[in-house]
Every structure is written in C-alpha cells, then in structure tokens.
C-alpha cells in the first residue's frame, strides 16, 4: 500500500520535491499522497520534518 500523510503535516511541501514519481499533491489542508502512483520508496518519510508520512496499512516496509 501507499504511504500516507497524517493530520500532523504542516504543509511545508518537502515531500512533494522528494518524490521521485510525483505522487505527492498539496491538498485543502495537508498534502496528499496518491495511492495509484506512489511505489512505497519512503523518501518522502524519510525527509518530513514532523514525521507525518507513514507507511499505509498492509504495507510491510519499515
């Protein structure tokens, strides 16, 4: 599954940059991650400032 973004995002707009596939959307108040392009990397986890960005449910990467 697709990493998300959690309700702690703060709209700074790293993650967006960091996607290599360009799954990651600035949304109404958060961004948002689209499910059918996002291949589970973990970039944009790994450069999140307040750690909003985690792995979806069913998805066994750390």
Do not use: F, H, R, W
């Amino acid at each position: 599954m697709a990493y998300v973004i959690t309700d702690e995002c703060i709209a700074c707009g790293s993650c967006e940059d960091e996607c290599p596939v360009g799954a990651i959307s600035e949304g109404e108040d958060k961004y948002v991650i689209d499910a059918e392009l996002c291949t589970d990397c973990g970039a944009c986890a790994d450069i999140c400032p307040v750690e909003a960005i985690e792995p979806g449910e069913g998805n066994d990467k750390p």
